[in-house]
């Protein structure tokens, strides 16, 4: 199944920034040769997931939904830390730290961020074990 997913913004140039540092970490790249005004990530948008930013269609306000959330996969607890971290130095806004979340399972390692427009990510790790993570 192909997939992909889109937030709006009201400053492009400023989400560009936000999302270039946070899929960085991610190793997800800038996919290339898009129109003006859009920009995505991701490794094959063919075959694969994709994730875009541009300026709403209906040339409206960009704005948040309420519940609305995109969560990308984490490689270890330390990529987590990491997006949380460069998401907070681009723009972004604290919405939980990071860190377990035994409520949804005892090895669900999770943060979660706003972006520059008020978007809610987070990035997860299942099966963490603090007992090897040397960064906890």
């Known amino acids: 199944m ?4 889109t937030y709006g913004s009201n400053d492009l140039p400023r989400a560009i920034r936000f999302f270039d540092a946070i899929f960085a970490v991610l190793e997800q790249p800038r996919l290339p040769g ?11 948008p063919h075959s694969g997931t994709g994730f875009w930013v541009c300026r709403p269609f209906d040339g409206a306000p960009a704005s948040t939904g309420n519940g609305t959330m995109i969560a990308f996969p984490a490689q270890n607890a330390n990529q987590v830390r990491r997006f949380h971290a460069t998401g907070l130095e681009n ?3 604290d919405e939980g730290k990071p860190g377990v979340r035994p409520h949804y399972e005892p090895g669900f390692y999770v943060a979660y961020l706003r972006d520059p427009d008020g978007n809610k990510l987070s990035c997860f790790y299942y099966h963490y074990d603090p007992e090897k993570d040397a960064g906890s």
């Open 34 to 44: 898009w129109i003006d005004g859009w920009a995505g990530w991701g490794t094959d």
């Open 91 to 93: 723009g972004g806004t």
């Open 2 to 5: 192909d997939l992909y997913t």
